[in-house]
């Protein structure tokens, strides 16, 4: 069971309403330990005091602030002294439209839940007004001594909790980054290319066809090292495609892509393509003769490999498949 990271009380207007906070997400990647090359004597991180050279016990720790000319510390306690409003409190300030929530601002997602049973109404009613009215309850609270700027949502029939950031963390990237263009003078022709690659590519959202490889890749590596083999080196990057192979590189990728999906009707088509869909029309095209392309070996490939072929035949429960059963699903008729 997944173990709370805060616990105190919800409240908006005159309500009050104990709830615990969870972490929405775990994170897959794989941890190194450090080791000194040609040893396996592994590196260790301590606090160490810089002019005894011993080992500082973790309580014994204070907080130092650099000013220049020395240093200013701060016990942990007096920083829970200074925290603004109650520290096991989450009070929302109001309730904003949702869609006025720039996504910039957002950045980590926890899940929200009743500390007990007789809570879970008044938690239920909150998230069904907030999900019905599309609005968002807009909170600062105090964790693990820093403030935080929150947002409550309605989430999937859970109320969940977004920290987000405060708005002088927003970098202007205007200012930020010296290389961004201006607004390009494009032909129109370039224009309606590119509107056509991206119509070609579009696909459904769906978060099951998308998996970490990198992570797969590191755990093969693993793996082959323990047991003495290699493995295959990645694919080199592709090269920047330059600007006078613009229109050749966006026509191709059309054509990889496959014939782009009907825009709805925008005025691109010719006289000439009009022309010639009517005498189509009149005269039935001629059958075209299909060549039956050999049946590809899959018997050797990885399995991050055959994930990827099975996400692109849209393999129905190919997230839980192992090698062996992506390997029979993709072999089938």
Not at 161 to 167: G, M, N, Q, S, Y
């Amino acid at each position: 069971m997944a173990r709370p990271v805060w616990a105190g009380n919800l409240s908006f207007g005159l309500v009050s309403l104990p709830v615990s906070l969870y972490t929405a997400a775990d994170s897959h990647t794989i941890h190194f330990h450090q080791f000194p090359r040609g040893t396996s004597e592994r590196i260790r991180n301590r606090r160490v005091n810089e002019r005894t050279g011993k080992e500082v016990q973790l309580d014994d720790v204070v907080k130092g602030f650099d000013t220049g000319d020395e240093y200013v510390l701060v016990e942990p306690r007096e920083l829970d002294e200074i925290a603004p409003g109650p520290l096991r409190s989450l009070e929302i300030a109001g309730f904003v439209d949702l869609a006025e929530v720039d996504p910039i601002f957002f950045d980590k997602t926890y899940c929200l839940g009743p500390r007990g049973e007789e809570y879970g109404k008044v938690c239920s009613l909150l998230e069904q007004a907030l999900a019905k009215a599309g609005k968002a309850g807009i909170a600062t609270f105090v964790m693990r001594q820093h403030e935080y700027l929150v947002a409550l949502k309605a989430e999937n029939g859970l109320l969940t909790l977004h920290t987000l950031h405060w708005a002088d963390e927003i970098r202007d990237p205007k200012k930020e980054i010296d290389t961004l263009p201006g607004k390009a003078n494009d032909s129109e022709k370039e224009l309606t290319t590119a509107e056509q690659l991206s119509n070609a590519m579009s696909l459904n959202w769906d978060p099951e066809q998308f998996h970490d490889i990198f992570q797969e890749k590191v755990a093969a590596l693993i793996k082959a090292k323990k047991a003495g083999e290699t493995v295959e080196k990645a694919e080199p990057a592709a090269e920047p495609t330059e600007a006078v192979d613009l229109m050749e590189a966006l026509r191709a990728g059309i054509e990889r892509a496959g014939r782009p999906k009907d825009t709805g009707g925008q005025a691109t088509t010719s006289r000439k393509a009009t022309t010639s869909s009517k005498a189509a029309a009149r005269t039935p095209p001629p059958k075209k003769r299909i060549r039956s392309t050999p049946k590809e070996d899959l018997s050797e490939l990885s399995k991050a490999d055959l994930h990827k072929k099975a996400a692109a035949a849209n393999v129905p429960g190919r997230s839980n498949m192992n090698r062996d059963d992506l390997l029979k699903a993709l072999s089938r008729p």
